[in-house]
């Protein structure tokens, strides 16, 4: 045969063995492919499976071992937020509700107390010292007893007295406690609420200002937020402000049509809003101030609110737009919108003997909270700061014995190596003059 003709031949077979080669490997990389996509859709259903009928598709955050947040025991959910508890914790557990809102606590094998938040979205600041101390007062007495929080929507009461405990009986500060919290579960927390960490921290530290009685006699906007796009009015407001959970003074007074006495209306082009506010307003301890817009149908819309403690306030109080709850989110108010509040403090001689009597005994009782669960958690912190140094100096030893083990191993191995002693597990140097050593079973990396 020609040699023309089998130089064809052998690359036609050539090429047909290398076709069938071509073809067997695209073949198993469909295989490997369908193969693995097969993979996926097990590990989806499988992850599905376990968190429907296995983890029972609730939220439930650990933070401690003896501290969790979960969400709200709903209809849809109180079922499986229950069995998920009561399973492991039946009988030890003590929740706090921050909810307001009545559900079946009898689901759950263990006393649910419900917290009264008087309206405001922070737990009233004596309140939170109150259950500061419960809470481990709870936990101290079995070390199988669980602590939970939970809110109705989102996280942000459960998230700050979780905050405030942590703080309570560790070293940490209120604020750091709150960064690992939002670390572990979808946290957002209002600028009241952040304004209130500030002032435990601050009882924790030491602080305990004097209990004041304030008259509350203005309180300025500095911008008109654009609340209607059409027409001259951009915001038309009242506001409302709310002392330890009861309405204080609200400058709307709603009724009929033709009785009610309508807010001022303010158009973008103004500079200033200003609720000139009665003579006898006055404030103390926990304090909620709302501004409502009012449209024309008589419907009101929340422009902001803000809470404080008038023991923590100085003189004046000016807040930012980022410091106002629903404002510092809302595109409506601009950046450079701020809040006044202007004060003026209440001398005693203005009350009457009885009020001044209540509020003398009201004060009393708050600073014999207050001193007891500062005692407390000094005795807790301390505690916590020896646990802390044992583990340190136990991790110093283990690590002076992996250390001590690593200088014997130093010290033993030959000046050269051989191919033979590495590969046996021997110490020895590598191409490069390093010092190659055998694993340590059980080391720690350095």
């Known amino acids: 045969m020609p040699l023309e003709k089998v130089d064809q031949l052998q690359d ?18 469909a295989a490997n492919q369908v193969a693995e996509a097969a993979n996926k859709v097990s590990e989806s259903v499988q992850a599905e499976y376990r968190r429907t009928f296995e983890e029972l598709d609730c939220q439930i955050y650990t933070l401690q071992p003896d501290l969790v947040i979960m969400e ?15 399973e492991s914790y ?4 003590l929740i706090f509700d921050f909810s307001e809102e009545p559900y079946e606590s009898s689901k759950f094998d263990g006393e649910v107390v419900g917290i009264n938040m008087q309206k405001m979205e922070v737990p009233p600041l004596k309140l939170v010292a109150e259950l500061c101390l419960t809470a481990s007062q709870w936990l101290a007495t079995d070390s199988g007893h669980l602590l939970v929080l939970h809110c109705r929507s989102g996280y942000g009461r459960s998230g700050l007295l979780g905050a405030c405990f942590e703080s ?17 579960l979808p946290l957002r927390m209002l600028p009241s609420q952040q304004r209130y960490l500030g002032y435990f921290h601050q009882f924790l530290e030491g602080t305990t200002p004097q209990p004041k009685r304030l008259r509350l006699s203005k309180v300025l906007l500095s911008g008109v937020p654009s609340f209607e796009a059409e027409g001259s009015v951009a915001f038309r407001p009242f506001i409302e402000v709310w002392v330890a959970g009861e309405l204080a003074y609200s400058s709307f007074k709603g009724g009929k049509s033709d009785e009610a006495v309508w807010p001022s209306s303010y ?19 926990d304090v909620l101030i709302q501004v409502f ?48 509040l202007v004060f003026e403090e209440v001398p005693r001689n203005e009350d009457s003997t009885e009020e001044e009597e209540k509020v003398q005994q009201a004060a009393a009782e708050d600073a014999l909270v207050f001193e007891k669960a500062r005692v407390a958690s000094a005795e807790l912190r301390e505690q916590d700061e020896k646990k802390r140094a044992q583990a340190a100096e136990a991790q110093g030893a283990d690590e002076g014995d992996v250390e001590a083990e690593l200088e014997a191993i130093l010290r033993d191995a030959p000046a050269e190596g051989s191919p033979k002693d590495v590969a046996n597990g021997g110490g020895g140097q590598d191409d490069d003059k390093e010092l190659v050593l055998p694993g340590i079973h059980g080391a720690r990396p350095l």
């Open 293 to 340: 817009h009012l449209y024309l149908d008589a419907k009101r819309e929340l422009a902001m609110k803000l809470a404080f403690h008038t023991n923590f306030v100085t003189e004046g109080l000016q807040l930012s737009k980022f410091e106002l709850d629903a404002a510092c989110n809302d595109d409506r108010f601009t950046d450079d919108f701020f809040v006044d």
């Open 90 to 93: 039946s009988q030890k557990m």
């Open 168 to 184: 309570f009986r560790t070293h940490r500060s209120p604020k750091e406690a709150l960064q690992t919290i939002a670390e572990r």
């Open 12 to 29: 036609t077979d050539f090429v047909q063995k290398f076709a069938e080669v071509d073809f067997v490997q695209k073949a198993r990389d």
């Open 72 to 86: 709200y025991p709903g209809i849809e959910t109180i079922e499986r937020l229950a069995k998920r508890l009561n």
């Open 267 to 285: 158009a973008s082009s103004d500079s200033v809003v200003a609720f000139p506010l009665p003579g006898q307003l006055v404030v103390s301890g």
